[in-house]
Nanobody, 123 residues
Framework: VQLQASGGGLVPAGGSLRLSCTAT????????IGWFRQAPGKEREFVAA????????RYAASLKGRFTISTDNAKNTVFLQMNSLKFEDTAVYYC?????????????????WGQGTQVTVSS
């Protein structure tokens, strides 16, 4: 499974951004697709995850309500809609995939990772 993330950029506080991640080869080992982020000097943290069909999703408690994960199953693409962005949302955002069917938040539970896309929120 190969993942390609895009859509990052510079956005003012209060603004919105939508990230995309396209998967290739997912028919072999991908049931869950998710987003993580890592700010400078901090550990990688869970943002959201979903099944490819969108039947079940999970969010980091602190982000639920501002961030929405969705998929276009036919196009093998997952999106992360981020609204009301804050300075502390600044990070590199990664998409990740796992073969098992359980929605998990631990980065170690994901086998495949995209290259990351930088999101910078200006205060």
């Amino acid at each position: 499974v190969q993942l390609q993330a895009s859509g990052g950029g510079l956005v003012p506080a209060g603004g919105s951004l939508r990230l995309s991640c396209t998967a290739t080869g997912r028919e072999f080992d991908s049931h869950i697709i998710g987003w993580f982020r890592q700010a400078p000097g901090k550990e990688r943290e869970f943002v959201a995850a979903t099944t490819w069909t969108g039947s079940s999703s999970r969010y980091a408690a602190s982000l639920k309500g501002r961030f929405t994960i969705s998929t276009d199953n036919a196009k093998n693409t997952v999106f992360l809609q981020m609204n009301s962005l804050k300075f502390e949302d600044t990070a590199v955002y990664y998409c990740a995939s796992r073969g098992a069917k359980l929605l998990v938040a631990a980065p170690t539970g994901y086998s495949y990772w995209g290259q990351g896309t930088q999101v910078t929120v200006s205060s």
